[in-house]
């Protein structure tokens, strides 16, 4: 479980797009990827200057040590979180929930009204497990592998929740 007493949420600072980097790499790495996996599409994945200044950075501290970060886009009403990744050692122990509800209001005092994203399918029991709507699995030139579509409310009427489909 996540030690939620020792853990923090700040903006990125554009010094650290090399060890966000490298992180996105450690974390697609953890799913059993061949090292080939990261060449194949490294702009979806890379962190470097030019994305930090195009998107909304967060990071998430444990004890002041940097173990993951979300990355959001803003394109209107539709907010696309483009990156969303933990250290390998902290998966699994509730720190990506962590992210995502961070994620979802930052998202929603952008003033959003939907999240949109692609997932690894690896990824994606976290996401409909956060509520997000599974839309479609998307072929990709990577033979066997196909990203995953999904949505995710933000706004809603008095009768619906966020996460209710769209």
Known sequence: MSDVSNVGIRPARLDEAPALN????????????EPSFLEWEPEAITVDEP????????VLELREDVIG????IANGETIILDKLFLEPAQIGCGYGRILWNHAIA???ELG???LT???DPNAAPFYRAMGARFIEEIPTSW???RLH????????????SPGAVL
């Open 51 to 58: 994305f930090m200044h195009r998107a909304i950075v967060y």
């Open 106 to 108: 930052v998202a929603m």
């Open 22 to 33: 490298e992180l996105t790499k450690r974390s697609v790495l953890h799913w059993g990827y």
């Open 143 to 145: 033979t066997g592998w």
């Open 112 to 114: 959003g009204t939907k």
């Open 117 to 119: 994203f692609m997932a």
């Open 149 to 160: 579509s999904f949505d995710y409310a933000l706004k809603t009427t008095s009768n619906e």
């Open 69 to 72: 970060y979300h990355a959001l």
